[in-house]
């Protein structure tokens, strides 16, 4: 099983930026995905971006597509969220996790098998 760390996250003004770690340990195979989840307060958690583990495949929820890029650093096991302009509605906990197999249609909680502690995000208005 991946265990999974996040890092990064913290109190920004809306139209601002911020950077998302997560740190990655066990063996990851190239055909696993690596993603982002939010839950916001009184909501559910839900998707907002997966990479896969070899190769450039992405996927991204609408509401965070050509505002967020996630991306990956195979040799030290990360993965990066860059969160650009963002609005109060990103405020969440992020949840970093990892599913064994990357489909763009495996966008769901369930779908994924490690998850990490997660780490706040506010954006203040």
């Known amino acids: 099983q991946i265990q999974l760390v996040e890092f990064g996250g913290g109190l920004v003004q809306a139209r601002g930026s911020l950077r998302l770690l997560c740190a990655a340990s066990g063996y990851i195979f190239s055909s696993d995905a690596l993603g982002w989840f939010r839950q916001a307060p009184g909501k559910e958690r839900e998707f907002v971006a997966a990479?896969?583990?070899?190769?450039?495949?992405?996927n991204y929820a609408n509401s965070v597509k050509d505002r967020f890029i996630i991306f990956r650093d195979n040799a030290k096991k990360m993965v990066y969220l860059q969160m650009n302009s963002l609005k109060p509605e990103d405020t969440a906990v992020y949840y970093c996790?990892?599913?064994?197999?990357?489909?763009?249609?495996?966008?769901?909680?369930?779908?994924?098998?490690?998850w990490g502690q997660g780490t706040q995000v506010t954006v203040s208005s």
């Open positions: 996790a990892a599913d064994r197999q990357y489909s763009s249609s495996r966008i769901g909680v369930t779908d994924f098998g490690s």
């Open positions: 990479i896969m583990w070899s190769g450039t495949s992405t």
